[in-house]
């Protein structure tokens, strides 16, 4: 199994800035895509940003230029810097991984139980 831990959340002024963080523990063998979802009330959970083990990145159009993705693969953490936050950006974000552990065969998703991010005045 692995574990997801988010960190990082809370109320902040539009304009301002959070860097959440997600820490990932267990027995895992490798993690390719690791990434942040979010899910604001009466919406679906839809993808802010995602990256690769090789670095790769993908944004949400409404994150595109504010938000930045980045991990450390020795630390198993994924972290995402939020600038010019709007309150549109208010949501529950969760961490996610694609992870293999030492009993699986193959990746299997995994979930953090989630940070709520609120963006008010």
């Known amino acids: 199994q692995v574990q997801l831990v988010e960190s990082g959340g809370g109320l902040v002024q539009p304009g301002g800035s959070l860097t959440l963080s997600c820490a990932a523990s267990g027995s895992i063998v490798s993690m390719n895509i690791m990434g942040w979802y979010r899910q604001a009330p009466g919406n679906q959970r839809e993808l802010v940003a995602r990256i690769t083990s090789g670095y790769s990145t993908n944004y949400a159009d409404s994150v595109e230029g504010r938000f930045t993705i980045s991990r450390d693969n020795a630390k198993n953490t994924v972290y995402l810097q939020m600038n010019s936050l709007k309150a549109e950006d208010t949501a529950v974000y969760y961490c996610?991984?694609?992870?293999?552990?030492?009993?699986?065969?193959?990746?299997?998703?995994?979930w953090g139980k989630g940070t709520l991010v609120t963006v008010s005045s």
């Open positions: 996610y991984a694609d992870a293999k552990t030492i009993t699986a065969v193959v990746q299997m998703p995994y």
